[in-house]
């Protein structure tokens, strides 16, 4: 391919994202976003009767607490999610989303091309430990360092869910199967590289006086923390373009699934590999690539959390399945919240976050942490639920005014 024909064809891609943007807010694409926002909405009002459920409880005396629930101060406090702090909280949501809506986004997009990514939680971790290698080990001056580190997160959560698509396209195994084992060896690759490339912690032994091994990673050098110029307008330490990163990401992905050549081939490959064949559409190489984007975005994700000012990554199973595994599995539910649509998908990942952080706010009101994860987890299984509801109604209105056209035609007859 010519370089003229490479410059026309970015131009053509460029020229699609102010249609894409407009599209955002009018249209068919954010009417398709309506039922993640019903759903975000039945999801509160689950949460809510939960958190009187408990309130309730616990006066009839069914619960023993030390200090009685606050009901109404509870529920104006996870409301109030980030902005129980004005801007500082605020920007910390940001942080927080910007992570879940890339990893939302991987799993999503793996969805519209018909296949199923639950190994972003090991796309993540691989991403994460890439960006840790440059960011410990390599002293390169800004912004050189921290593009270096996306582009390693991105380049190895590719690899990680490439490897996926290729046992899925040549082999046959299942893409579930195959990722639900990758995420385990992508955990434990991660402890074993965290010794092979000494990046643990070294401190010297108050009692010993010997230098001893921390059990997580060094902190990567200034030069690879993202750019946090963010932190003056929402006074906040982590947030960073993290979130810009994450809404560009969303941006791109509506531009490659609706509007590109490209988007259509990876859609036709997933749902219907034989007529895709039969079509001219080399499918296994259609598979492999669905896979390696959807790592990219998973892999990006976990450069992001990596890549903030005395982050660390642990080298016990527990703290790393809390810490990043988990953001991964939060996907597959962001993704179905979002209806697998980038928009949707944006606007799940901004509550989830926006309601975790009222989580984290609730016990101000006597709610124990654990009830508050209980509450939290109601209102987004419920939101997720009201999503298959929602489209359970509309098929059936559907097949009903199918069904009705066809008696009025027989009828005319």
């Not at 509160?44 to 408990?54: N, P, Q, R």
């Not at 959560?157 to 992508?186: D, P, Q, R, T």
């Not at 690879?224 to 994450?246: E, H, K, Q």
Request: net charge positive; hydrophobic share 55%; charged share 15%.
């Amino acid at each position: 391919m010519k370089p003229h024909d490479i410059l026309k064809r970015i131009g053509a891609f460029f020229k699609h994202i102010p249609t894409a943007i407009r599209a955002f807010f009018v249209g068919a694409t954010f009417k398709k976003a309506m039922p993640s926002l019903v759903a975000i909405g039945a999801g509160l009002i689950f949460g809510i009767f939960t958190m009187f459920v408990i309130w309730l409880l616990v006066k009839v005396k069914v619960f023993n607490v030390i200090n009685d629930p606050q009901l109404f101060r509870g529920i104006a406090k996870l409301l109030a999610g980030g902005f129980n702090k004005g801007m500082n909280s605020l920007g910390y949501m940001l942080y927080r989303a910007a992570p879940l809506i890339l990893t939302g986004l991987a799993v999503g997009f793996a969805f519209k091309t018909g296949l199923f990514n639950i190994g972003a939680p090991g796309q993540l971790v691989f991403g994460a430990l890439a960006a840790i290698i440059i960011g410990v080990k390599l002293s390169i001056p800004a912004p050189w360092h921290w593009m270096l580190c996306l582009i390693g997160g991105m380049a190895a959560g590719s690899l990680w869910g490439f490897i996926i698509g290729f046992l899925k396209s040549v082999f046959n195994v299942h893409e579930v199967v195959a990722s639900i084992m990758m995420n385990y060896i992508a955990m434990y690759f991660a402890f074993w590289s965290l010794d092979a490339f000494n990046l643990r912690h070294r401190f010297v032994d108050s009692v010993t006086g010997q230098i001893s091994l921390a059990p997580y990673t060094d902190t990567l050098a200034q030069t690879a923390w993202l750019p946090r110029g963010l932190a003056d307008v929402f006074n906040g330490y982590t947030v960073n373009i993290g979130i810009l990163i994450a809404i560009a990401a969303v941006v791109i992905m509506y531009i490659v699934l609706n509007k590109t050549t490209l988007g259509y081939q990876l859609k036709a490959a997933g749902f219907n590999r034989d007529a895709s064949k039969y079509a001219g559409m080399n499918t296994k190489r259609d598979i492999m690539l669905s896979m390696a984007i959807s790592g990219l975005l998973a892999g990006l994700a976990g450069a992001i959390i990596i890549m903030v000012p005395d982050k660390k990554m642990f080298t016990d199973q527990a703290t790393m399945s809390s810490e990043f595994m988990s953001i991964g599995f939060d996907g597959i539910s962001i993704a179905l919240l979002g209806l697998s649509e980038p928009i949707g998908v944006g606007l799940a990942g901004l509550f989830l976050a926006y309601i975790r952080i009222g989580g984290d706010y609730i016990d101000q009101a006597n709610y124990m942490k654990e009830l508050a994860d209980v509450i939290t987890s109601v209102i987004i299984y419920f939101s997720a639920l009201s999503v298959a509801l929602y489209q359970f109604l509309q098929r059936r209105k559907k097949k009903k005014t199918a069904d009705a056209a066809v008696l009025s035609g027989g009828d005319e007859r």
